[in-house]
């Protein structure tokens, strides 16, 4: 029921900023977890950062201090503020959410993706 939509994302230059959105369509985004994965070539996905419904945030350890997610419900949107980037940051960022409804069902999706290209 919940659909996603990056933005955001391009080249920019090592040691430099972006941020990146991720709109929601639905009723129910306050009741839900956000989380930010990325993916290079050849590499597996990995989780870069979530938030829970609540607020509470966690991050990986090449995001922590360099990366910051947050979440605005009124506007039903997600965001990933990525600064003192590195080469090796580069990939293509997805945005997923999860719900964990009252009668035991878990409910995921995922966003179309936003390449993000650090280099100089």
């Known amino acids: 029921q919940v659909q996603l939509v990056e933005s955001g994302g391009g080249l920019v230059q090592p040691g430099g900023s972006l941020r990146l959105s991720c709109a929601a369509s639905g009723s129910i985004f306050s009741m839900i977890a956000m989380g930010w994965y990325r993916q290079a070539p050849g590499k597996q996905r990995e989780l870069v950062a979530s938030i829970t419904s609540g607020g509470g945030t966690q991050y990986a350890d090449a995001a922590k201090g360099r990366f910051t997610i947050s979440r605005d419900n009124a506007k039903n949107t997600a965001y990933l503020q990525m600064s003192s980037l590195k080469p090796e940051d580069t990939a293509v960022y997805i945005c997923?959410?999860?719900?964990?409804?009252?009668?035991?069902?878990?409910?995921?999706?995922w966003g179309q993706g936003t390449q993000v290209t650090v280099s100089s």
């Open positions: 997923n959410y999860r719900w964990e409804t009252s009668w035991g069902k878990q409910l995921d999706d």
